[in-house]
């Protein structure tokens, strides 16, 4: 998808480059005679109408992913009710809170996202630093209950998974020299 997408760039690039350019060559320059004898030929005109047809269809495909795009909700309804609202700022203190309970880790970040067709479970994902090198998995498994417990109980019904994800530890040595004098 990725390639053809950078594809579809090109080629609408390589478009308006043409159609703009043909544009404004016939209007503005020292060869605007040139330009309207070659535009009198019909394959230069197939290829400019051409070219302006892609740059319409790629003007209206941007307008309606702008228009009609969903956006990512900020709120979480829990159970579908759409009269309560709470925000992913509230869940993910409350994630980082419950996260931070272990000594053994060190939070780096936390990153929620709001699921579901009625909007009402979150998705979080939690990147920590290990300080213990024991158990690694019974860590991450407590963290993520402690997490999801805590956050169904502010949402007041179960909607929350969670991910943890472990970075390497960076951590630097300074060597410092003292002269003695």
Excluded at 102 to 127: L, N, P, T, Y
Aim: proline content about 4%; hydrophobic content about 45%.
């Amino acid at each position: 998808m990725r390639v053809l997408k950078r594809a579809l760039a090109i080629v609408y690039l390589a478009a308006a480059i043409v159609a703009l350019g043909t544009l404004v060559c016939q209007f503005w320059g020292p060869y605007t005679y040139r330009f309207m004898l070659l535009m009198r030929d019909p394959m230069p005109r197939i290829v400019v109408t051409a070219c302006g047809g892609v740059v319409a269809i790629g003007v209206l495909v941007s307008f309606f992913r702008l228009m009609f795009a969903r956006r990512e909700p900020s709120c979480v309804h829990p159970a579908g009710e759409r009269n309560i609202e709470v925000t992913l700022a509230a869940l993910s203190s409350c994630a980082r809170a419950a996260a931070e309970r272990d000594d053994r880790v060190m939070i780096e970040h936390v990153e929620a996202r709001v699921q579901g067709s009625d909007d009402s479970h979150v998705r979080f994902k939690v990147e920590a630093i290990a300080l213990d090198d024991k158990d690694v998995a019974s860590l991450a498994t407590a963290m993520q209950q402690r997490i999801e417990e805590a956050c169904d109980t502010m949402l007041g019904t179960p909607g929350t998974t969670t991910r943890v994800r472990f970075l390497p530890s960076k951590t630097t040595v300074q060597t410092v020299e003292v002269s003695g004098e």
